[in-house]
C-alpha cells in the first residue's frame, strides 16, 4: 500500500466530504467545513454516555472518525494525575504519565490509549487502514491500529510546540503545519521534512513575530491562512504553493492584508511567555513532564507574546475563502470572504454581522452550486445560512419560541463547531450543532436575556432541518454547574450500517445518539 492511498482523502474540497465516511481530519476535509456524509436518523437518541477518568475539568478533547473507530487527543491540563485509573488501568502503568491519546469504538469501548505525545489541541488524522497520524508540535507520528508506533518519531526542527492548530494535507501528500511560533512547516507522511520558512520573512514591516490564527484550509496544493503580526495587531491572509520538487517547495502566492478577526477580550488565549535561552516547554510542561516521556528539542527566541486560539476559517470552494471581520474603533462585525485570483487575493465581500462569528459549517449540496455557508454567532439564537455567491443573507433560522422551546431560546454553545449532514428520511440536508439550556426571553425581541450567568446549565445536541429552517429535535447531553463548550460532532458508523453521532466535550466527556 502507499501513502498516497492512506491518507490523500483528507485533502480534497467538497465533492470528497459526500464520500468519507466519518470525519478523518479536523473538519473533515481540506474546507475546514465540518461536512460529513449521512445519513442520520430522524430523531436520535442518547445510547451511552461516559468521561474519560481523571479528565481536567478544562482540558478539551479532539477526536476523528473512521467507520467504527474515533480517535481522539487531548489538550494541555488533562494529563496532570499521576496515575491512571478504572478503565485504563488495563493499559497503562500506575505512575506513569497519563494518556493523551485514546481510541474507541463505536459503543464506547476503550480499544487503547498512549501518552507517546504530549497534550495537543491539533487532531489526529485517520485512514481507511486503521492507522492514525497525529503531532503535538514537536513530533509527527504514525501509530497502527492497536495505537503502537509504526515508524519511529520525526522531530520537527524547529519545534512548534505548543500546537494550536492541526496539520492540514495537501493534494500532494504534503502535511502543512500552520503555528504560534512564527513558523509554517510541511513534512512528507512518513515524517520526512518537505519545507520550512518563517513569516517574518514574508511581511518586511511586521516588526515582530507574525503568528498563523488558524489552521490551513486547502485547494489541491495551495493552502490559505490568517496571520497575526503580534507587535502590530495587523492581519494577513497567505496563499502559499506547495510542490512536491527539488526546488521552490514552498513558495508565496501572494499575501493580502486584511481586517483582522476579533481578538480582544471575548477571544480565549493561551500565554506563552518565551525568554532568551530558555526551553520554550519549560514553563509549560514543567508540572506535565513525566519521566518516561521523549526527550524535547530545544527551541529559542527573544519574543514575548500572547497567542490566540484558532479562529473560525472555511474554504467555501477552490478560490473563495471565509472568516470574520472586526472593527476595533465601529465595534462592527462582519463576515469577510476572499477571493483567490491567482497570482493576487481581493476582498470579495463584506457582510456585516450581529455580533462575532462562533463558528462555520458548509451545508451538503447536489450538483455544480456551491455549498450554502451556516454561521453562528456569539450571544444570539439565529443561525444564519448565507448564499456566498450573491454575498447576502438567504435565509436565518431562530432558536426562539420553537416547538421544542416555547417562550424560550436555545443559544448555540460558544467556539463550538457546527456540523452538516442528510438525515434518512430523503436525504433532508440538516445542521447539528450544540446549544446551552434555554434562557429568557427580552422582550420584544427574539434574543436571549444578557448579564445574567445561567447557573445550572444543559447542553443539548440540536438538530435544524434545512429544507423548513426550523428545529427538527433536540437531545439532551449532561447537565453541570456550567454550559461546557463541545470539541465538535462526530459521525460513526456501525457494522451494520447504522450511524452514531458523538459529542466530545470539555472535560473528556463522550455522549453517543443514533
Known sequence: KTTAIKVCFCFALLSLASVAIGCPCYGCDGTLGFSFAGPIPDQPLLKWAKQISN????????????GSRLVCTTSPGSTTANTVENEFTSSSQAGAASPTMFAFDITGRLLWNNSLLLPTLAYPYLDIDGDSFVSDGRFLQTLGPAGRPLVPQEDIIPSLYALLHTPTLTEDDVFMFASTTGHIAGYLTDGTPHASLSLNTTWADANGPVIALSSMTVAATRV???????????????AFDVTRALDRRLSLAWRLPISCPNLGVSEVESHVNV??????????????????????????TQTSYTTPLSVPFVQVNETVSCLGSYDNNTKAHALACYLDNGSTGSLLFSLPLDNQISAF??????????????????DNSNVLLINIS????????????????????????????????????????????????????????????????????????????????????????LSSTTATAASQIIPLLSPDGSRTLVVASVGGYLAAFG
Not at 224 to 238: D, E, M
Not at 361 to 378: F, H, K, Y
Open 275 to 300: 525568554n532568551e535561552n530558555v526551553n520554550v516547554q519549560d514553563k509549560v510542561q514543567e508540572q506535565e513532564q513525566q519521566p518516561n516521556s521523549p526527550s524535547q528539542p530545544q527551541h529559542t
Open 55 to 66: 479528565f481536567s475539568a478544562g482540558a478539551t478533547i479532539q477526536c476523528s472518525s473512521r
Open 390 to 477: 450573491l454575498g447576502r443573507v438567504s435565509a436565518k433560522i431562530s432558536l426562539c419560541n420553537s416547538a421544542l422551546s416555547p417562550n424560550t431560546c436555545l443559544v448555540p454553545v460558544p467556539h463550538s463547531p457546527l456540523a452538516t449532514t442528510t438525515s434518512t428520511t430523503d436525504s433532508i440536508p440538516t445542521l447539528l450543532l450544540l446549544t446551552q439550556t434555554p434562557t429568557s426571553l427580552n422582550s420584544n425581541s427574539n434574543t436571549p436575556s444578557k448579564g445574567k450567568e445561567n447557573t445550572n446549565a444543559t447542553l443539548f445536541l440540536t438538530g435544524l432541518n434545512l429544507n423548513t429552517l426550523t428545529l427538527s429535535w433536540s437531545r439532551t447531553m
Open 224 to 238: 490559505f491562512f490568517p496571520a497575526l503580526a503580534t507587535q502590530r495587531g495587523l492581519c494577513s491572509l497567505y
Open 361 to 378: 459549517a458548509l451545508t451538503p449540496t447536489t450538483g455544480s452550486d456551491d455549498p450554502l455557508l451556516a454561521v453562528s454567532l456569539l
